[in-house]
């Protein structure tokens, strides 16, 4: 049998082994979250529902393996902090086997395709390993967007709450109710935690260290500077929401300036793709000679590393912190 033929099928028969494994990973965690809600009979248990959630991180470390993802990855405490940051509830463990997975299948299938061992094995690392990273910055940066969407409206109502004479934990309770998720579901768990033991401050640097948000950081503290020396926090709140409405104005006003060299970004940027295709449709054994040798393999690298810069440098120019 030829070698190629060998690695093909090892590659494959490893990464089905990877995807059983995260299967039967995944079924046992919906069994014992099956079983736990099952057990669920009282409002208390629902609060430590929600707030162990939040300690999913320390139940990571026990075995497992997320306990093996835990000793073998360089940073396990920032990755576990990004996917807290997601809102799926992904463990570090799912992350891991999602990684190892990813660079088996894609180099199988550059194999299958014909290309040579060595860059179908390269190729597989670099984006096996890559694509899972940018997945998890695409779903916190959507969420974080989401979040600051609707969190000004979460801190207008809990002005109105305040100002009806409701204490701060029910505001937090109210708001958790009434606003969507993400909103809703971290003002939950900040109530939670504070049903069981937690002080307010406390529950809100926790859940602004999970967030890294600027604007919730200005809330957690807005309501450290109360704590300390008094006042009417409604009224802070207030002039917390205005200023909060007003940093979106603004963002919106830069996006809508930037439009047009964002356009001009686009344009450009998929100008070789159009080219690509249309030399394919005229002079197809032209285009296909990149793909078929080995200089080839290099100026596509070289061509796609150029373009990744031009457009990174393109995105620089148009991004404006507030």
Do not use: C
């Given at each position: 049998?030829?070698p190629?033929?060998?690695?093909?099928?090892?590659?494959?028969?490893?990464?089905?082994?990877?995807?059983?494994?995260?299967?039967?990973?995944?079924?046992?965690?919906?069994?014992?979250?099956?079983?736990?809600?099952?057990?669920?009979?009282?409002?208390?248990?629902?609060?430590?529902?929600?707030?162990?959630?939040?300690?999913?991180?320390?139940?990571?470390?026990?075995?497992?393996?997320?306990?093996?993802?835990?000793?073998?990855?360089?940073?396990?405490?920032?990755?576990?902090?990004?996917?807290?940051?997601?809102?799926?509830?992904?463990?570090?463990?799912?992350?891991?086997?999602?990684?190892?997975?990813?660079?088996?299948?894609?180099?199988?299938?550059?194999?299958?395709?014909?290309?040579?061992?060595?860059?179908?094995?390269?190729?597989?690392?670099?984006?096996?390993?890559?694509?899972p990273?940018?997945?998890?910055?695409?779903?916190?940066?959507?969420?974080?967007?989401?979040?600051?969407?609707?969190?000004?409206?979460?801190?207008?109502?809990?002005v109105?709450?305040?100002?009806?004479?409701?204490p701060?934990?029910?505001?937090?309770?109210?708001?958790?109710r009434?606003?969507?998720?993400?909103?809703?579901?971290?003002?939950?768990?900040?109530?939670?935690?504070?049903?069981?033991?937690?002080?307010?401050?406390?529950?809100?640097w926790?859940?602004?260290?999970?967030?890294?948000?600027?604007?919730?950081?200005?809330?957690?503290?807005?309501?450290?500077?109360?704590?300390?020396?008094?006042?009417?926090?409604?009224?802070?709140?207030?002039?917390?929401?205005?200023?909060?409405r007003?940093?979106?104005?603004?963002?919106?006003?830069?996006?809508?300036?930037?439009?047009?060299?964002?356009?001009?970004?686009?344009?450009?940027?998929?100008?070789?793709?159009?080219?690509?295709?249309?030399?394919?449709?005229?002079?197809?054994?032209?285009?296909?000679?990149?793909?078929?040798?080995?200089?080839?393999?290099?100026?596509?690298?070289?061509?796609?590393?150029?373009?990744?810069?031009?457009?990174?440098?393109?995105?620089?120019?148009?991004?404006?912190?507030?």
């Open positions: 049998m030829d190629t033929t060998i690695v093909i099928i090892g590659m494959i028969g490893l990464g089905g082994g990877l995807l059983m494994m995260l299967y039967f990973e995944e079924a046992g965690k919906r069994r014992l979250a099956s079983r736990a809600r099952g057990r669920r009979q009282s409002s208390t248990a629902r609060a430590v529902r929600s707030a162990t959630r939040g300690l999913q991180l320390r139940r990571d470390r026990q075995g497992g393996l997320d306990g093996i993802i835990h000793r073998l990855a360089p940073k396990p405490e920032v990755l576990r902090a990004r996917l807290a940051a997601t809102g799926t509830g992904m463990t570090i463990g799912t992350y891991g086997l999602i990684s190892l997975i990813l660079p088996v299948v894609v180099a199988g299938l550059l194999l299958l395709r014909g290309v040579a061992p060595l860059v179908s094995i390269l190729g597989g690392v670099l984006i096996g390993l890559w694509l990273h940018a997945a998890v910055g695409f779903m916190v940066g959507g969420r974080q967007k989401k979040f600051i969407k609707l969190f000004p409206d979460a801190i207008g109502l809990m109105r709450g305040l100002k009806a004479g409701l701060v934990s029910e505001t937090l309770i109210v708001v958790g009434e606003v969507s998720d993400p909103v809703g579901e971290e003002f939950r768990r900040i109530a939670d935690q504070i049903k069981l033991g937690q002080s307010i401050e406390d529950a809100m926790a859940t602004a260290k999970r967030l890294s948000l600027a604007e919730f950081n200005f809330m957690v503290i807005t309501f450290s500077v109360q704590r300390e020396t008094g006042g009417n926090l409604a009224e802070t709140l207030e002039n917390l929401d205005d200023i909060l007003k940093r979106q104005q603004m963002k919106m006003k830069i996006k809508a300036m930037s439009s047009e060299a964002i356009a001009s970004a686009g344009i450009i940027g998929s100008l070789p793709f159009a080219m690509a295709a249309i030399m394919f449709v005229v002079s197809r054994d032209y285009i296909l000679t990149l793909f078929h040798s080995q200089l080839g393999y290099i100026m596509l690298a070289g061509g796609g590393g150029m373009l990744l810069a031009g457009i990174g440098v393109m995105i620089k120019m148009v991004s404006f912190d507030i």
